[in-house]
């Protein structure tokens, strides 16, 4: 892959080399049977070898075929030049401070039409060029933590945010805000949720599912949700706010240790499981649905961020085999969440290696993949006979809440009593006291 | 209609045609590429659309002005024919191949020269017709032609296939409603350079090119499935883009309005210019007239006024008459503007003083009052409207952000076609400047191996087509292009396989239908094989064809419907000449009187009769003939 060349294969390159074209120069191409004038384009990787790529004066790209007899000259440059609005975000004494975290992703974002370009925006000055409601919701700072796509994301990063929310919210902040890439943000939200003891601000993590660079986006409408929530609720929890429907009506508010992303594409797929959202918002409005959430309070906020990377997490299926579990074994891996069928099962056939497992000290804990209710491993003798080998119940909780709280508290500890002590206490909220009957099929319209 | 010496003009017109493409399922998702018509929808959603900032931190002009507006939006769906795509819940599937082919071969036929890899680019579009925001388009081929009949060659300048955008519904005050049915319908939109110099010309060309589309019979053939813009300028004037032409006839009045409205705004230039009026002697000096005029005669003014509306005034030196100089029959330079405050502000009217004023009720002093106070003379020209305050200062800005533009001749914009051949401002041109690459989905790349098995098998020109046909079936070559123009040249040999009858079978395709639609009757709804079936029918003597346009209407009510169930209906059964004759003798019988009084002239009265209970049942020829037959029997057993 070519730096200077980005997306184009060897043949290509050589022929633009030959005649002095570089990327954003302005170069006339002549084949066989047209001439076409335009700007030369970076390709995306793995594009289709033997073309060269030009965005036309009429704003259109197009690929021509690299042929023996094309003529290519340069006859100037043109690069895209990005100006960042002067505004600065407006200040009032009377609204509350918030800060906003970026770990990647756009909340906010420019176009350049010259390259194709998505360029975010992430100053304040540039969300209040981008989002002006923001300044009638409160005074905003923000920082960029780091900048990964959030499939990219690790434990470590985790532990970087809970240190610098710890930081901010013992500084006397209002509230804070996550601007997060939506794939692993339900793996955030319940990492933080662990990390962060004694919390006494919200801690609201917002993203979008349509980017903030096309007009339909609900990045700003998010953004402003998640805003009020930070600024203007009793809440002092760790949760995740984005759009309740597919139209561009409320946001939901959901708990950091029960929420999943349920749709890989619609504005709607965050959905709380196990229970009903602890919240909704809309128009600047906020109304809890539940009664039972920790309110704000003066008290320090501890982020307790060690963690055990040498969890794993498997899922059960009929074939599966004993090597499954031996890998994670043989690499000495310290936990393991099974996501068990029904009511928290794997094949018999398997046993062999879950004994192994457990005679090792590793800890495994079970929960199931229907990811609504409970499991239930005293109900048939595969459960009743897994508990024997060793095999912790999970209760209610998601699978990847799990992972991340089996590494968390073996993290903390590696006493194995204790790790059963804290494995089975409801932590943040991750355990279901009682399953509401609405829970597993609520309309958020109807709430 | 006035003509132009359009040569001496530098008239220059170029044409967009969009034409939607006749492809089973929808050009990004698997929908079917099907309109439901009156259908209640069976859901919505509410959307808002936010402008996009631009590369240099700025947004664009025309989609801050659409923002500005703060719109909501609605869209309407059908749970059986929208998916997630559509309500951009979902990425774009691959392109459709068919619809790629189809893009193809028009290129071929317009002798284009296609890309080998096509980049899908998005449109912004922030008014809402499209619900992610942008229209998802490719540039598929350039630099093509198109021969006129009159042996002049028109330059295509690029063909490009994209998705059409949803159907508006309706406006009600602040909330747009959308139809998600046409959302996604594959279309190609044809660009013609600008090298036609006469209206005739471009009514001749739109024609030709709609003739080779729908020739191809790729394309759909429903109402509304081709819409043309225009591009308009003359010399000194600028490029006007015309959108929503939706009839050939409204070609050459549109571009003759247009060309006058250009040479009269360059008029009001020259005439500033004669008059010594420079831009730096206008003043934008918004000057509030309420507390003056609160006790006016005007009713609506008082009215306004009263309930806390501002009446504000502008003064324009040297514009004497200018607002009132008519550009377009009927719609003046004051129109102008206040179309372009209404588009823009949402408020209704503006009042100048180049109209009658007692005509609104203001008494003469009140007039005087209102001059002075705005310092206005004979020489002038002072603008008034009413509205909240806020709103009326922002039309007040807009009317006098235009009025300065009467310096500058004719401004680029985009206009809207009107009915009566006028156009009116409709936003700012969309530079190239909204179109970037669609992230959703990769290159398509388009083989010379695929271009040439396309180019094998291309369909043959429709003018030739209309001479084949001309000659083989002795028909006129004007019916050859109706009939391709109503999408039923295939539909007309297939009829003639069962029935070799091309006049009948014409006359009931482009005749019998058009007199059905006059009715009320949707003859469009009446499918292929009900047609087949019909002219089975006939062919057998089943039915007569004096009771086809019934039997239409029938069939025209559910595509469902068989020609069994319509003779059922209609009570059609084949009739044996003894029928005919033993019913016409009862008729004659009871009509002896009538006989005995009009003679023969008692033809007419008892055929309705007659072919009242025939019913279609026997050929209305052979009726006529036993009938006269038998009133020429009865008048000798009369002894008449």
């Not at chain 1, 633009?16 to 302005?26: F, M, N, P, R, T």
Request: aromatic share 8%; net charge neutral; glycine share 8%.
């Amino acid at each position: 892959m070519s730096e200077e060349y980005p997306g184009y294969s060897k043949d290509a390159i050589e022929v633009l080399k030959k005649v002095g074209a570089e990327i954003w120069s302005i170069v006339e191409i002549k084949t066989q049977s047209a001439t076409y004038k335009g700007i030369l384009l970076p390709r995306y990787q793995l594009s289709e070898p033997g073309f060269i790529e030009i965005k036309l004066e009429s704003g259109y790209n197009i690929g021509i075929k690299l042929t023996k007899d094309i003529d290519i000259k340069v006859v100037g440059k043109r690069e895209g030049k990005y100006q960042i609005p002067e505004k600065s975000f407006p200040t009032n004494k009377k609204l509350p401070n918030i800060k906003l975290f970026g770990t990647g992703g756009t909340v906010a974002s420019r176009l350049d039409y010259t390259t194709g370009a998505v360029i975010p925006a992430f100053t304040p000055g540039e969300l209040f060029s981008a989002v002006p409601e923001l300044a009638d919701i409160c005074n905003l700072d923000t920082e960029i933590v780091f900048e990964i796509l959030s499939e990219n994301m690790r434990p470590s990063y985790w532990q970087q945010l809970a240190t610098k929310i710890e930081k901010e919210a013992n500084s006397g902040i209002d509230g804070i805000v996550i601007g997060h890439g939506t794939d692993t943000m339900g793996f955030t939200s319940a990492a933080l949720s662990f990390m962060l003891k004694d919390l006494s601000v919200p801690v609201v993590i917002v993203g979008s599912q349509r980017s903030s660079d096309r007009p339909s986006s609900d990045s700003a409408l998010n953004l402003i949700n998640a805003t009020t929530v930070a600024a203007n609720s009793d809440l002092a929890e760790v949760v995740v706010c984005m759009l309740g429907s597919s139209s561009h009506k409320y946001g939901l508010i959901h708990r950091g240790t029960l929420v999943r992303k349920m749709h890989s594409s619609v504005r709607h797929t965050f959905r709380t499981i196990g229970d009903i959202p602890l919240g909704k918002v809309e128009n600047g409005k906020i109304k809890m649905l539940k009664r039972e959430y920790r309110k704000r309070n003066k008290s320090k906020t501890k982020a307790i961020t060690d963690f055990e990377e040498k969890v794993g997490l498997v899922y059960s299926y009929p074939g599966i085999t004993n090597d499954i579990i031996d890998f994670y074994v043989d690499e000495k891996y310290k936990g393991i969440v099974i996501a068990g069928t029904g009511l928290g099962h794997t094949p018999t056939y398997i046993y062999d290696s879950i004994k192994r497992a457990t005679d090792e000290g590793i800890v495994l804990l079970m929960v199931t993949q229907c990811l609504n209710g409970f499991v239930g491993m005293n109900v048939y003798s595969t459960g009743r006979e897994l508990l024997e080998l060793g095999v912790i119940a999970g209760k209610n909780m998601l699978p990847e809440v799990a992972y991340v709280k089996l590494g968390w508290v073996l993290g903390q500890t590696q006493n194995p009593e204790e790790v059963k002590n804290l494995l089975l206490t409801n932590v943040a909220g991750e355990f279901l006291e009682r399953e509401i009957p609405i829970a597993f099929n609520y309309n958020a319209e109807e709430l | 209609m006035k003509d132009y010496d359009y040569k001496k003009l530098g008239l220059k017109v170029g044409i967009e045609i969009h034409q939607q493409l006749d492809t089973k399922t929808k050009l990004f998702c698997r929908c079917p590429s099907e309109l439901r018509g009156n259908k209640p929808p069976d859901f919505t959603l509410i959307r808002y659309m936010r402008p996009v900032l631009g590369e240099m931190g700025l947004y664009d002009e025309a989609m801050l002005t659409e923002y500005e507006k703060g719109m909501t939006i609605v869209y309407e769906g059908y749970k059986d024919t929208i998916c997630t795509y559509e309500m951009d819940e979902t990425p774009p599937f691959e392109c459709n191949y068919e619809g790629i082919d189809i893009a193809l071969t028009i290129a071929s036929l317009l002798k284009m020269t296609i890309f080998n890899e096509l980049h899908v680019s998005r449109k912004n579009y922030l008014d809402g017709s499209v619900p992610c925001g942008f229209q998802r388009t490719t540039v598929v081929a350039t630099d093509g032609e198109i021969e006129l009949e009159s042996g002049k060659k028109i330059g295509i300048e690029f063909i490009c296939l994209e998705e059409d955008a949803a159907r508006k519904i309706e406006t009600d005050n602040k909330t747009n409603y959308f139809r998600l049915d046409r959302l996604g319908i594959p279309l190609v939109e044809i660009t013609t350079k600008p090298d036609i110099n006469t209206p005739q010309e471009a009514r001749d060309c739109a024609e030709r090119i709609g003739l080779l589309l729908w020739g191809t019979g790729k394309v759909k053939t429903i109402l509304g499935s081709i819409r043309q813009d225009l591009n308009v300028s003359i010399a000194k004037g600028s490029r006007i883009e015309i959108k929503g032409v939706q009839k050939l006839d409204w070609f050459i009045p549109l571009i003759n309005n247009e060309v006058s409205r250009q040479l009269k705004l360059v008029e009001i230039t020259e005439k500033l210019k004669e008059r010594g009026i420079k831009p730096e002697t206008l003043e934008e000096k918004v000057i509030d007239l309420s507390k003056d005029l609160k006790n006016t005669k005007c009713g609506f003014v008082n009215k306004g006024i009263k309930s806390g509306k501002k009446l504000l005034g502008i003064n324009f030196p040297g514009f004497n008459g200018l607002f009132g100089l008519e550009l377009q029959p009927n719609r003046r330079f004051g129109t102008e503007v206040a179309n372009k405050v209404n588009i823009i502000s949402g408020l209704k009217g503006l009042i100048h003083s180049d109209e009658d004023l007692n005509k609104y009720g203001f008494s003469n002093e009140e007039v005087e009052a209102m001059k002075k106070k705005l310092n206005s003379t004979s020489d002038d020209c002072f603008v008034l409207v009413l509205g909240k305050e806020e709103n009326a200062r922002k039309a007040m800005n807009i009317i006098f952000k235009r009025t300065e533009m009467a310096f500058n001749g004719v401004l680029g914009e985009t206009r809207r076609a009107l009915e009566d051949g006028n156009t009116e401002f409709l936003r700012e041109l969309h530079g190239g400047a909204r179109l970037y690459p669609d992230t959703d989905s990769k290159a398509i790349i388009i083989t010379n191996d695929r271009i040439n098995d396309i180019q094998k098998e291309l369909p043959e020109f429709p003018w030739i087509v209309m001479k084949q046909y001309s000659k083989k079936y002795k028909i006129e070559e004007r019916l050859v292009k109706d009939l391709i123009f109503e999408g039923k040249l295939k539909l007309f040999e297939k009829s003639l396989e069962v029935y070799n009858n091309p006049s009948l079978i014409l006359t009931t395709l482009l005749e019998t239908t058009k007199a059905l639609s006059r009715d009320g009757v949707n003859a469009d709804e009446i499918i292929d094989t009900q047609y087949i079936e019909l002219f089975n029918s006939l062919k057998s003597n089943e039915i007569s064809k004096e009771i086809i346009e019934d039997v239409l209407s029938e069939l025209a009510k559910s595509p469902k419907i068989t020609l069994k169930q319509v003779k059922k209906q209609l009570k059609i059964t084949k009739l044996s000449e003894a029928d005919l004759i033993k019913i016409v003798e009862e008729v004659v019988n009871k009509g002896t009187d009538l006989i005995k009084e009009k003679k023969m002239n008692a033809f007419g009265g008892l055929m309705g009769d007659v072919m009242k209970q025939v019913r279609g049942g026997i050929d209305g020829k052979i009726v006529a003939e036993k009938l006269r037959e038998a009133i020429k029997n009865k008048m000798e057993e009369l002894k008449l």
